[in-house]
């Protein structure tokens, strides 16, 4: 994570700090003898909202991250919230928590399933391709856009699998002879 270019970034990232270190040290028994406090499921709640709703504004605030990282964080902090909060008074929130996770997880899942797909389409798309007529660099993006999804998730995959066969199947080919045009235009210099 890289902190962001504004003014604010750091006061963001200093009120985080403070948040999660106040509601760690809430829920230490030294600290609750120490300052006399009985704890109540208003304060339970209270920092519930400060994990799940104000630190991943915080956090997004503070640093470059996408929404869905930030979604992300929603999720972190139901899990720091079940680590810093004792049983007894976490137990009524324990939905929360599952249902949490459990939409993460049927987020990835989701974004599997479109990976999957792409993978699934592969015979259509390199017809696709080869109908076009143009070398893969040129095609298959725009192939892969047409048969699958324009989604980002999808681009971002396809360009990896592009870089993949460039970098690995690409080496052993040898390099195209100009022809047509390309040739009128890029004539050998001759020797004097």
């Known amino acids: 994570m890289v902190l962001r270019d504004t003014k ?3 006061w963001a990232l200093a009120l985080l700090s403070i948040v999660i270190l106040c509601n760690v040290l809430l829920y230490q028994p030294a600290v609750q003898q120490f300052l006399a406090i009985e704890l109540e499921s208003s304060a339970v709640l209270g920092s519930l909202v400060d994990l799940v709703i104000i630190s991943p504004a915080l956090a997004y605030a503070a640093f470059k991250v996408s929404k869905k990282q930030a979604v992300g964080f929603v999720v972190l902090g139901l899990v720091i919230a079940r680590v810093i909060i004792p049983e007894e008074f976490f137990a009524p929130y324990t939905i929360l928590l599952y249902s949490g996770i459990s939409f993460e997880a049927l987020f990835f899942l989701t974004e599997l399933g ?7 389409r ?10 076009s007529g143009t070398g893969p660099i040129f095609s298959f993006l725009p192939a892969v856009e047409r048969k699958v999804s324009r989604l980002p998730l999808i681009r971002i995959v396809a360009s990896e ?23 009128c235009i890029i004539r050998p210099v001759p020797s004097p």
Not at 114 to 120: A, D, S
Not at 167 to 177: G, I, M, T, Y
Request: no cysteine; net charge positive; aromatic share 18%.
């Open 122 to 131: 592969i015979p259509v798309i390199r017809a696709e391709m080869r109908s």
């Open 114 to 120: 479109l990976i999957f797909l792409l993978l699934k």
């Open 161 to 183: 699998i592009l870089m993949v066969y460039y970098a690995f199947f690409s080496w052993r080919k040898k390099v195209p002879l100009m022809t047509g045009w390309l040739r």
């Open 8 to 10: 604010w970034a750091s």
